[in-house]
């Protein structure tokens, strides 16, 4: 099954009784409509208070039982609380309160809605204030009644309970935030791993677009590249595992690293051999791929005479690599199930590739005619001739291509001469500058052996020569 990960959107606190209601202020609305009703002897106009400000306070309460609170509601309980401060003539410790509720309630809201609320609070406010001041001059005394403590005692209840209720949403809201911080950075570290399964030209476009992913494949024009190394087979057969391991991921590596280097897709391995391509999913032209795919093939053969002169100091001799290339039409994509997928190719010029990487020799890279009609005026190409491959009717063409340092003489960056009992490896590319001065003085010690070894033959000869003119004498 393909691997998901949930997160629920739901309210955090939901069902654990921490303020159930999340309009408490409606509590003291109603506790000062009533206190001010008793305070007035139930005369009719506390009665109409009563009313109209009980009545839509019951049914918000009702009505956002266990709901989450929207702008609608909220602007109705602060119309409310707005028309009792109005109504009490701005009775400073009752307004002070009710205002203060006010005040958490549009802090709870969003950030864009709370000029529009409190714009609306401080209209409703001064008209009921000067409707009340027509119907009842006289107004509250707000010094010697009991009615302003009752309800500031009321409006400190509401607002710790809010804020109790805020701080342990936030401690809740912080520790999943922290769940979700460390799931998320499990997520990524597996991620991390995966994606050294996949080639970045296909995972990045994914990651980046959250594109849909599903089996689907195109015909598309690619330059395919097989390549393995000549003498692996019979080298596993006299090395132990861990030197063979280590043998095979050294090269891996540094043939990777030049793949990611050119941008080639690096399909697959297959055992001590590889295989990439260009064209897709980002093509530069079939030319341009074509060319890329030759330059990616000659940085390989190179990096291996590097590599096959330190393992020759190990101890590990006669590993070349060999490479075949063409370009043509194959279908590339996403192949096998909804559950599990290979991004791949498939095709007669897969095969193609594969049966001139076969054919090819130590260090050699042979080419079909289709790539070297794209790659012919770059490179230095000789016709290695017709082979009869299988699976193919006719004889395929096909070219040696040349390094373009071959025949540079004392200008190329590479000297590599291999003799019974002399190996000479020269890359003058990885070279620094401090190191010209040990290189010469480890060739001139070297020069110095080698006449030293050679006048040793020259007199061992001579030696011998008389030896024998000697004998012959008597």
Known sequence: MPFKETLKPKTLLEGKGICRFDYPEVFVLILTVMLLAVYYDFRPTSMALLVIIAL?????????????????????????LAVVIGVTQFCIIISLSLASLIAVRIILNKPQNRLRLFTVALVTAVIFYYVSAILRPSGIDCNDSWLPPTV?????????CQFRRTYREYVAYKSCAQQAGERLSTMVSVINKLTRFVPPQIWEPIVRTDSPVSVSNKRAKLTIMFSDIVGFTELSDSLSADNLAD???????????IAEKHGAVLDKFIGDGMVCFFGEPDSRGSRQDALDCVAMAIDMRREMRTLRQKWRLMGFEGLYIRIGITTGYCHVGNFGSNNRLSYTLIGKEANLASRLEAHAGKDEILVSESTYDYICHNYECQHAGAFRLKGFDNKIDAWQVFDPDANKGHLSKWVDHTLPGFNLHLNFKDMKDNDYQDIRTRLNFALERIEQEEEKLATSIAEESKRHSTQKKS
């Open 56 to 80: 839509p306070s019951l049914m918000i309460l009702i009505y956002n039982y266990r709901r989450q609170t929207n702008f609608w509601t909220s602007n109705i309980v602060i119309v409310l």
């Open 152 to 160: 500031l005692l009321a409006s400190m209840a509401v607002i710790l």
């Open 247 to 257: 043998i095979l991921n050294t090269y891996m590596h540094c043939m990777t690293l």
